[in-house]
């Protein structure tokens, strides 16, 4: 982007000169000398060079720029106000806040040509009128500018927060199922070393998909591109995999799909697959739920979840340890793409996360 602002300085400050190089020749009172003509280009020459280096030296370029000008209105004095100093201060005030820039205004002001003001109102609002929008200019250009770096910094926020939720579903989700799994190998390492086995395989197992969409999560977040790394975000075509994660740790999970599912929009999918993943994270940590139902829905224009559970009741402000992160997240989730999340005890007992995502982002 800096670079981008260099090369389009380059630009203006070639064009002025030429403008400046133009105004010179057709002007009637013009150089009347050689050497007149060759300090008036050095004089141009380095009004440009105002424009060029603004950016990386403004009060600099500025002072250049109005002692440039006063060189200019002597030799040349139709060519303008002080040999159009008010383009250099466009460019100052779209990098100095006002506080500076407005006293660079009223110091060309003050230094109007007597001539132009002498006995005659008009003239005198002419003069003022050229540096006063000059500067006006330059102040509309530098708030744009602001407009944009915020806007910028709201989107990076933005995804930042996304990120940090994608990490906390994916090491919520699996330090619980190692914790769970480890528990269980250390109740039966002496009697039942097969069972043993099998719970440390589990934990390999789901260590070693984490680490994968870690991996991914952090690619996201580096500026450089490898397209032979990527790999698929999970979606709802990976719930048997979660599901059968889960019934290692005791929790039987049913599921209840379409039998002909539409293909989703990756966002869609992949906050289905989360959300369906913090609530059957959610039911294992915090509650003592023995079965877990999950219902997908493929509606008209949304996808509809249902995760359902048979633990005693539990309230909204207990559903996450982390101080409800997992329910807000899902809830953002949902926002995020136009939907709706409701999250709350069942009045026959358990704990119920209702969600509706569609198919487009409001």
């Not at 003001?117 to 500018?145: F, K, Y």
């Not at 740790?249 to 966002?267: C, H, I, K, S, Y």
């Amino acid at each position: 982007m800096q670079k981008c602002g260099l090369r389009f300085d380059a630009g203006a400050a070639a064009g002025f000169f030429v403008l400046l190089v133009a105004l010179m020749v057709v002007t009637p009172t013009g150089p009347d000398s050689a050497a007149g003509y060759a300090l008036a280009l050095a004089c141009a020459a380095v009004q440009a060079a105002a424009v060029a280096q603004m950016r990386r030296h403004p009060e600099f370029s500025m002072a250049a720029g109005i002692l440039a000008g006063v060189g200019i209105e002597l030799l040349s004095p139709d060519i303008g106000w002080l040999g159009q100093v008010a383009a250099v201060l466009v460019g100052y005030a779209r990098v100095r806040p006002p506080t500076r820039s407005l006293w660079v205004l009223g110091l060309l002001l003050a230094g109007t040509p007597w001539k132009l003001v002498h006995g005659d109102w008009t003239n005198m609002l002419l003069a003022m009128a050229g540096p006063s929008l000059a500067w006006t200019l330059g102040e509309l250009g530098r708030t744009r500018a602001l407009r944009r770096q915020d806007l910028a910094r709201r989107i990076l926020t933005q995804e930042r927060e996304r990120i940090a939720r994608e990490l906390h579903d994916v090491l919520a989700h699996t330090v619980s199922v190692i914790v769970v799994q480890a528990g269980a190998a250390g109740d039966v390492f002496d009697t039942r070393p097969d069972l043993a086995r099998k719970a440390l395989v589990s934990i390999d197992r789901a260590a070693r998909s984490t680490l994968s969409e870690l991996r991914l999560l952090l690619q996201t977040m580096s500026p450089q591109e490898d397209p032979e790394t990527d790999a698929p975000q999970p979606g709802l075509d990976q719930l048997d995999a979660l599901a059968t994660s889960l019934q290692a740790t005791g929790l039987r999970v049913e599921l209840e799909r379409d039998a002909a599912a539409l293909p989703l929009p990756a966002a869609v999918d992949l906050s289905a697959y989360r959300i369906v993943q913090e609530s059957l994270t959610n039911t294992l940590r915090h509650s003592q739920a023995t079965r877990v139902r999950v219902i997908v829905r493929h509606e008209p224009g949304s996808v509809r979840l249902e995760i359902s559970d048979d633990g005693p009741a539990r309230p909204v402000g207990r559903a996450d340890g982390s101080g409800r992160r997992g329910i807000v997240g899902m809830r953002e989730r949902a926002r995020l793409l136009g939907g709706t999340l409701d999250a709350g005890p069942r009045p026959d007992g358990g704990f119920r996360v209702r969600a509706e995502l569609p198919m487009e982002a409001a």
